[in-house]
């Protein structure tokens, strides 16, 4: 079983940053791809990023969706058991409920899809007022 918990959210700004944090329990967190997912009142869960496992030589690839591109990065502490989500530029459409996700069988080809992930936290909110 793998634990996750999400920390950093809060009420921004505009054009303001924030950096969400992802916990993870478990001694193969390395071997994980770790996504990030939101979901607004009314909306479905949405991809937003993810970084894929890691292996001697690299530190993982990451992923966004075009909404967040430029704007987001993704990135891991393996030592740490962390995954982080770091937002700038934000815009009042990013506010959400954010949710990081973990799956212990990645794919490169299914990592934009909720269904491929096994583990979930329970949600930060993101509010970001204009």
């Known amino acids: 079983q793998v634990q996750l918990v999400e920390s950093g959210g809060g009420l921004v700004q505009a054009g303001g940053s924030l950096r969400l944090s992802c916990a993870a329990s478990?001694?193969?967190?390395?071997?994980?791809?770790m996504g990030w997912f939101r979901q607004a009142p009314g909306k479905e869960r949405e991809f937003v990023a993810a970084?894929?496992?890691?292996?001697?030589?690299?530190?993982?690839?990451?992923y966004y969706a075009d909404s967040v591109k430029g704007r987001f990065t993704v990135s891991r502490d393996n030592a740490k058991n962390t995954v982080y989500l770091q937002m700038n530029s934000l815009k009042p459409e990013d506010t959400a409920v954010y949710y990081c996700?973990?799956?212990?069988?990645?794919?490169?080809?299914?990592?934009?899809?909720?269904?491929?992930?096994?583990?979930w936290g329970q949600g930060t909110q993101v509010t970001v007022s204009s």
């Open positions: 996700a973990a799956d212990e069988n990645p794919r490169l080809d299914t990592l934009r899809l909720t269904a491929a992930y096994d583990y």
């Open positions: 970084i894929t496992w890691t292996i001697i030589w690299s530190g993982g690839n990451a």
């Open positions: 478990g001694r193969t967190f390395s071997s994980y791809t």
